[in-house]
């Protein structure tokens, strides 16, 4: 694919590496100098210093042979312009734009609603963009999937039924010392070993994979199952009575409102594992932002205070909590807060951190889930990217592997074969798969057979995504 990037910020710089890795034509566009020095230094593409709203400059830099234009400029207007002028002159092209401000989205939903027959059938999209990506939404939903799993690490849910985990393998665990073809015989609950984390490196398992203690690895199974096999690790899931959010701001609102026990939501009965009610604490230091959220959500202790005060911390007792999430918009603060709050006692933290880089030192530091804001807006915008078979793509681990799901098409040459007869060890792995004339997802097995419009998730290296849906595509 050909895809013009106007932005080349942190966002843009990370989607171009991996486009790049894909193996796709890149072109980045941005008009500082500076910025457009570094990323030339960083990146093999072509990277233009010039305004990228500007029709002339997207038709230098090859828009009209494009298969997409994707704008993150740190301006939402830039970004929204842009995409309109694009899709005045070249209406087929795909285009993405990051876009922060909420009010958009709003008047969006607003217009599409009181005019649903006018935006029906063959009409354009609003302001001319195919997908929105709002980075605090995308970052908010990545708190909530893991804060109703208990803060475990890094959590993906699929379809409501399985959950993929990290999870780190204890010294007493009965995984440790074993290869992974023996460990099926450990337990009758069904279960798939995605990914291994050990020494530094994420792999694809295979059958002679030997596990250690410390080694992190992605367990897929059944929700009903995570604490059998959580156990089975040596981790274990702890229920979350006493819950701490810092910052209530876009991002914090919005995970307020997933866990507000007024909303008496079925992901609070997820997230708590038991009966009980719990808790829910609300600190900021913005005076505006907390009289706004105790009139938001009533039933929570809402408190304007700096969470750094350690008077403050020990009068409200902060750090007895069973769980805290870091979501101000300071990322360091978050990061650090985290880190120090887990050291005074807190059970479980949650901290929202700039990117991967970032993620992999909250871990070492004792952050149980760092969600990264950048990397998840990559991932939003990639999903989009690989066209109308991929319904989703996350990273996950420490960037190294990518879980993507996809939708077989009918010109796909994988049609009517089984599993084992596709396989290529150390590329992908199928984890589970949902057939047309089933309800929902199942882990598949060797003799599994591939039909048009089966639904599959797969694992794979990240620098192998595009190359697998190639070949699930016929074009490998």
């Known amino acids: 694919m050909k895809i013009v990037i106007v932005g080349a910020g942190f966002t843009g710089v990370q989607l171009a590496k991996r486009l790049i890795n894909e193996k796709n034509d890149v072109i980045l566009i941005d008009n500082d100098e500076s910025t457009v020095r570094h990323a030339s230094n960083r990146l093999d593409c072509a990277v233009v210093q010039a305004d990228g709203n500007n029709i002339q400059t997207l038709e230098d830099a090859g828009i009209?042979?494009?298969?997409?234009?994707?704008?993150?400029?740190?301006?939402?207007?830039?970004?929204?312009?842009?995409?309109?002028?694009?899709?005045?002159?070249?209406?087929?092209?795909?285009?993405?734009?990051?876009?922060?401000?909420?009010?958009?989205?709003?008047?969006?939903?607003?217009?599409?609603?009181?005019?649903?027959?006018?935006?029906?059938?063959?009409?354009?999209?609003?302001?001319?963009?195919?997908?929105?990506?709002?980075?605090d939404v995308e970052a908010a939903?990545?708190?909530?999937?893991?804060?109703?799993?208990?803060?475990?690490?890094?959590?993906?849910?699929?379809?409501?039924?399985?959950?993929?985990?990290r999870i780190t393998i204890g010294e007493d665990s009965a995984l440790a010392g074993r290869h992974l073809e023996s460990v099926r015989n450990l337990t009758d609950k069904p279960f798939l070993i995605a990914y291994v984390e050990s020494d530094g490196k994420t792999s694809l398992p295979s059958g002679s994979t030997l596990l250690h203690p410390g080694d992190s690895i992605g367990l897929l199974t059944k929700d009903q199952y995570l604490e059998e096999l959580f156990n089975l690790c040596g981790s274990h899931i702890q229920t979350l009575k006493r819950i701490a959010l810092v910052g209530v701001g876009r991002v914090g609102s919005i995970v307020a409102e997933s866990l507000s026990t007024h909303k008496k939501s079925s992901l609070v009965s997820r997230l708590l594992l038991h009966k009980m009610q719990q808790q829910l604490v609300i600190v900021d230091t913005d005076q505006a932002l907390t009289n706004e959220a105790s009139g938001r959500f009533p039933d929570a202790n809402v408190f304007c205070a700096d969470i750094s005060d350690e008077g403050f911390i020990e009068e409200e007792k902060i750090n007895t909590c069973d769980l805290v999430i870091c979501a101000t918009s300071n990322y360091e603060l978050n990061l650090v807060a985290a880190a120090y709050l887990e050291s005074l006692g807190v059970r479980k933290t949650v901290s929202l951190v700039a990117s991967s880089a970032y993620a992999t030192i909250a871990r070492k530091i004792g952050v149980d889930v760092p969600v990264p804001v950048r990397d998840v807006v990559v991932d939003s915008i990639m999903s989009h990217l690989h066209g109308s078979g991929v319904t989703g793509i996350h990273t996950v681990a420490t960037g190294e592997i990518e879980v993507v799901e996809c939708v077989l098409q009918p010109n796909s040459p994988l049609i009517g074969k089984m599993l084992k007869d596709i396989a290529r060890p150390g590329q992908f792995l199928i984890m589970l798969m949902q057939k047309q004339s089933s309800i929902g997802y199942q882990i598949p097995v060797g003799v599994t057979q591939l039909s048009v419009g089966d639904k599959a998730i797969l694992v794979t290296q990240a620098d192998k995504t595009q190359q697998v849906l190639r070949y699930f595509n016929g074009k490998d």
Do not use: Q, W
């Not at 092209?93 to 609603?113: D, F, G, M």
């Not at 708190?143 to 985990?165: R, T």
């Open 141 to 165: 939903r990545n708190i909530v999937e893991a804060v109703k799993n208990g803060a475990v690490n890094d959590v993906l849910s699929f379809d409501g039924a399985y959950e993929l985990s």
């Open 64 to 135: 009209a042979k494009a298969d997409a234009l994707v704008c993150v400029t740190e301006s939402d207007e830039v970004n929204m312009i842009t995409c309109s002028l694009a899709d005045a002159v070249y209406p087929d092209i795909l285009k993405i734009a990051r876009v922060r401000n909420y009010a958009y989205y709003n008047n969006t939903s607003a217009v599409k609603k009181s005019h649903a027959e006018a935006f029906s059938g063959s009409h354009r999209p609003l302001y001319g963009i195919d997908y929105m990506i709002h980075p």
